[in-house]
């Protein structure tokens, strides 16, 4: 069965230091997200992309964040200078059709520590 | 804007009893609604999802949720419970109202212990 794959499982970085999440959605997936699950809360939605260009995102999307598709394959989360409230659990999604509501599949995320 | 209540933090049941996880939720228009179940240090895994036709929908592992629109309910189920299916659950719902990405909003989750 095909997968949501992100990498890596698990990263540690100084606070201040910038960080790439890194996701590989299914190949013919049309819309991508990001999700985040800071520990002991629930899974909050940060930002879905679709055509090349981010179609909605959440208050947590500030400038911090970005997100970007650079070469048809990988989806990435990028943030820039980061904050010891930006440890969380980050889920990569993928979904096939923008016009039906289901076939999301999420991947294993990856925990950011951020010290 | 959309919203689901998992309105038990935990659920402790018997191994062999039946099961029941509660979701409800709130959304413009019709809804569209999933549960995911997490282990431990693990990615979210889908069990089931209604999108429209029967009320109740049978999923993986030997779950099944009944849709209910008056209670607008979505409460997840079990006839048997394993110890195994002791982890955390989420109840989500997507809607045609949640812009043109759908994306999930996700309840707060119900921890689900089977004691054996």
């Known amino acids: 069965e095909p997968e949501v794959t992100q990498t890596p499982s698990h990263q540690v970085t100084q606070m201040g230091q910038e960080v790439i999440l890194r996701c590989v959605p299914i190949?013919?997936?049309?819309?991508f997200y990001w999700y985040r699950q800071i520990l002991g809360q629930k899974v909050e939605f940060l930002v879905s992309?679709?055509?090349?260009?981010?179609?909605?995102k959440s208050e947590i999307f500030d400038d911090q964040f970005s997100v970007e598709r650079p070469d048809g394959s990988n989806f990435t989360l990028k943030i820039r200078s980061t904050k010891l409230e930006d440890s969380a659990m980050y889920f990569c999604?993928?979904?096939?059709?923008?016009?039906?509501?289901?076939?999301?599949?999420f991947g294993s995320g990856t925990r950011l520590t951020v010290v | 804007a959309q919203s689901v209540a998992q309105p038990e933090d935990q659920v402790n049941v018997a191994e062999g009893n039946p099961l029941t996880v509660k979701c409800t939720y709130s959304?413009?228009?019709?809804?569209?609604l999933f549960w995911y179940v997490q282990y431990p240090n693990r990615g979210l895994q889908f069990l089931l999802k209604?999108?429209?036709?029967?009320?109740l929908v049978k999923g993986s592992y030997g779950f099944e949720a009944e849709f209910n629109k008056s209670q607008t309910s979505f409460h997840l189920k079990k006839p048997s419970a394993l110890v195994s299916d002791s982890a955390l659950y989420f109840c989500?719902?997507?809607?045609?109202?949640?812009?043109?990405?759908?994306?999930?909003?996700f309840g707060s989750g119900t921890q689900l212990t089977v004691l054996p």
């Open positions: 190949s013919n997936h049309l819309y």
């Open positions: 992309f679709y055509n090349n260009e981010i179609s909605e």
């Open positions: 999604a993928s979904r096939e059709n923008p016009g039906t509501g289901y076939g999301y599949t």
């Open positions: 989500a719902v997507s809607s045609l109202s949640s812009g043109s990405a759908r994306q999930l909003t």
């Open positions: 209604y999108i429209t036709g029967d009320n």
């Open positions: 959304v413009s228009g019709n809804p569209y």
